[in-house]
């Protein structure tokens, strides 16, 4: 079945480490891919976006993600963590034409300061 | 930055009684969503909206379900007798009419339903 898996489903962490988040999708042909972060209490925020062209896409914040196709995969890292990264962070995969995004199960990062 | 804004932030309802989320969809966009997150699972969507019908929907989109966008501002989803397996965050969402293959959807910050 064409799914979305994040793994690691919670991440706790001290601030200035590392932080990669795993995405792997199982749909064929021609994706759009999405990181999206919610913090606390506030709306899904669109952190990151692939379309075409280079697969090293970088967001805000400090965010980047790179496109593996052979892969499939998305994954997200960010070199140094503050604490204010602690949010759940949610992968995301568009087939190309399609109307909905499948959603993975997201990822709880809390960071320690 | 405009923004989706959902109401209300939580509701609470009893097994069997109707219950309506609103949304507030960014002004000029075109394309409407919901979609839900029962704890500890994936965010999955429900529908999709455009020019006043629905474009999609999923199988989980069943008879108890229907949207309505009743102005030129809301979007609402209405779930007709709810049961206790209705009880999941709902996120609204919206996009423009800007190209379908780079589909960006700008979310609120959900709708809590707690079914008791």
């Known amino acids: 079945a064409q799914s979305v898996s994040q793994h690691n489903h919670h991440v706790i962490l001290s601030e200035a480490a590392s932080l990669e988040l795993g995405c792997n999708y199982s749909?064929?042909?021609?994706?759009?891919l999405f990181w999206y972060v919610q913090y606390p209490g506030q709306h899904l925020q669109l952190l990151l976006k692939?379309?075409?062209?280079?697969?090293l896409v970088k967001g805000i914040k400090g965010f980047e993600a790179e496109f593996i196709k052979s892969k499939f995969s998305f994954n997200l890292r960010k070199p140094s963590v503050q604490w204010s990264d602690t949010a759940e962070y949610f992968c995301?995969?568009?087939?190309?034409?399609?109307?909905?995004?499948?959603f993975g199960k997201g990822n709880q990062v809390v960071v320690i300061p | 930055e405009p923004e989706v804004t959902q109401t209300p932030s939580h509701q609470v309802t009893q097994m069997g009684q109707e219950v309506i989320l609103r949304c507030v969809p960014i002004?000029?966009?075109?394309?409407f969503y919901w979609y839900r997150q029962i704890l500890g699972q994936k965010v999955e969507f429900l529908v999709s909206?455009?020019?006043?019908?629905?474009?999609?929907k999923s199988e989980i989109f069943d008879d108890q379900f229907s949207v309505e966008r009743p102005d030129g501002s809301n979007f609402t989803l209405k779930i007709r007798s709810t049961k206790l397996e209705d009880s999941a965050m709902y996120f609204c969402?919206?996009?423009?009419?800007?190209?379908?293959?780079?589909?960006?959807?700008?979310f609120g910050a959900g709708t809590r339903l707690s079914v008791l």
């Open positions: 969402a919206s996009r423009d009419q800007g190209s379908v293959a780079k589909n960006i959807q700008y």
């Open positions: 749909y064929g042909g021609t994706v759009n």
């Open positions: 692939y379309f075409s062209g280079d697969p």
């Open positions: 995301a995969v568009n087939p190309y034409g399609n109307n909905r995004l499948a």
């Open positions: 002004s000029n966009h075109l394309y």
């Open positions: 909206f455009y020019n006043n019908e629905i474009s999609e």
